[in-house]
């Protein structure tokens, strides 16, 4: 899930419509209420996309979700064509928390575990690395054709999307 995060108006180097210009997006309190916890098996796992300067709002949709934190990932963006945004530092990162929906799924084979920090070019605005797809779906290869994507920009075979490009 890669939900639309609300950044807070930040002046001239981050203001909030940059984002805004790219996407609508919405309001913690609105993203914490969509019935995500409808559309999930009792056992699954959320793969949650979060800006650094957003985490704790992360924690929040996971818990809102009836998910528990288990662990993160974390995609080091490397070049890009658009600017690094940050207020205090150049965000070179994004994190990735996951958490686990009753028993979780059970535990990837060690050859399918990703690491903990993954390297992949940073292309548009908000676009996540086709890399990501490929690990999921080589950690929990008994799953495949039960993977959803919310907040979509793309289709992907043997994967439901959810989104409002989709």
Same mark, same amino acid.
């Given at each position: %899930?890669?939900?639309?995060?609300?950044?807070?108006?930040?002046?001239? #180097?981050?203001?909030?419509? @940059?984002? =805004?210009?790219?996407?609508?997006?919405?309001?913690?309190?609105?993203?914490? %209420?969509?019935?995500? +916890?409808?559309?999930?098996?009792?056992? +699954?796992?959320?793969?949650?996309?979060?800006? #650094?300067?957003?985490?704790? *709002?992360?924690?929040?949709?996971?818990? %809102?979700?009836?998910?528990?934190? #288990?662990?993160?990932?974390?995609? $080091?963006?490397?070049?890009?064509?658009?600017?690094?945004?940050? $207020?205090?530092?150049? *965000?070179? $990162? /994004?994190?990735?928390?996951?958490?686990? @929906?009753?028993?979780?799924?059970? /535990?990837?084979?060690?050859?399918?575990?990703?690491?903990?920090?993954? =390297?992949?070019?940073?292309? /548009? $605005?908000?676009?996540?690395? =086709?890399?990501?797809?490929?690990?999921? =779906?080589?950690?929990?290869?008994?799953?495949?054709?039960?993977?959803?994507?919310?907040? +979509?920009?793309?289709? @992907?075979?043997?994967?439901?999307?959810?989104?409002? /490009?989709?």
């Amino acid at each position: %899930a890669d939900p639309p995060w609300r950044y807070p108006s930040t002046g001239e #180097s981050g203001s909030r419509l @940059r984002i =805004e210009n790219q996407y609508p997006t919405m309001p913690i309190e609105d993203i914490c %209420a969509l019935p995500v +916890a409808s559309i999930c098996d009792d056992d +699954a796992m959320l793969f949650l996309w979060v800006p #650094s300067s957003l985490v704790r *709002q992360g924690y929040q949709v996971l818990d %809102a979700w009836g998910f528990e934190y #288990s662990t993160q990932l974390v995609w $080091h963006k490397k070049g890009g064509k658009n600017p690094y945004f940050g $207020h205090v530092a150049f *965000q070179v $990162h /994004e994190t990735i928390l996951v958490g686990k @929906r009753g028993k979780g799924l059970p /535990e990837p084979k060690p050859k399918n575990k990703p690491l903990s920090v993954f =390297e992949a070019p940073k292309t /548009e $605005h908000s676009k996540k690395p =086709e890399l990501v797809y490929d690990m999921l =779906e080589r950690m929990y290869p008994d799953f495949k054709g039960n993977f959803c994507e919310l907040f +979509a920009r793309n289709t @992907r075979p043997g994967w439901s999307s959810w989104g409002n /490009e989709v």
